[in-house]
């Protein structure tokens, strides 16, 4: 049986555990949430770029396209 004394030092134990645990789900989630906004972000970047920089396609001959080989792609 558990005197008071042991009694009362497993309750601060388990108060500083409980408090521990908190501030790492906090540090968790604060820290999810920043790489969510970063990967949102940078997708939103990188849509914008393509969709705003590829408003257009236009077809090219085979000759047009050799022209711009070099020769490493040979």
């Given at each position: 049986m558990e005197n008071s004394?042991?009694?009362?030092?497993?309750?601060?134990?388990?108060?500083?555990a409980a408090g521990t645990y908190e501030k790492i789900e906090?540090?968790?989630?604060?820290?999810?949430?920043?790489?969510?906004?970063?990967?949102?972000?940078?997708y939103n970047k990188i849509e914008k770029a393509v969709v705003g920089g590829y408003t257009k396609i236009e077809a090219?001959?085979?000759?047009?396209?050799?022209?711009?080989?070099t020769s490493q792609d040979l």
């Open positions: 004394k042991t009694a009362k030092a497993n309750e601060k134990i388990a108060e500083k906090e540090a968790v989630v604060s820290g999810y949430n920043k790489i969510e906004e970063v990967v949102v972000g940078g090219v001959s085979y000759t047009h396209l050799r022209a711009h080989e």
